[in-house]
């Protein structure tokens, strides 16, 4: 449980410190963050295993050339689906392009291994 209250809380701050640094991404207020932490979340635990697991199929050359770094960008693609998938459901988080979805959930999926880290050990 205290592992989730964390990841929630990390993925709140890291969509407001994303929307600071990124010029194409609007996040309304904390509101509005927090609401796309925890639907993002309940999408990671129902879809982000099934997403990797197929993009883990299609990019398997590169990813077992690369290792942990083409694991890492797996998980970012399949981050920055989830959180187009969440910028339709939340009124109040905005990407202005895909790319902009993608660079931000290339700072989360780190932001996520580092509590996941923290927490766990």
Not at 23 to 34: C, I, K, N, T
Not at 60 to 70: E, H, R, T, V
Request: hydrophobic share 65%; with cysteine; glycine share 8%.
């Amino acid at each position: 449980m205290t592992s989730l209250v964390a990841s929630c809380l990390a993925f709140t701050f890291g969509l407001i410190v994303c929307s600071a640094l990124l010029p194409g991404m609007m996040v309304r207020d904390l509101w509005s963050a927090f609401k796309a932490a925890v639907i993002c979340g309940f999408l990671s635990a129902v879809l982000g295993k099934v997403l990797f697991f197929l993009l883990s199929l299609v990019f398997f050359f590169p990813i077992l050339i690369s290792g942990p770094l083409g694991a890492f960008l797996v998980q970012a693609f399949v981050n920055a689906i989830l959180l187009i998938i969440t910028e339709n459901l939340v009124d109040g988080v905005r990407f202005v392009r895909w790319r902009t979805a993608l660079w931000a959930a290339i700072g989360l999926t780190l932001l996520q291994m580092l509590v996941t880290r923290a927490v766990a050990g």
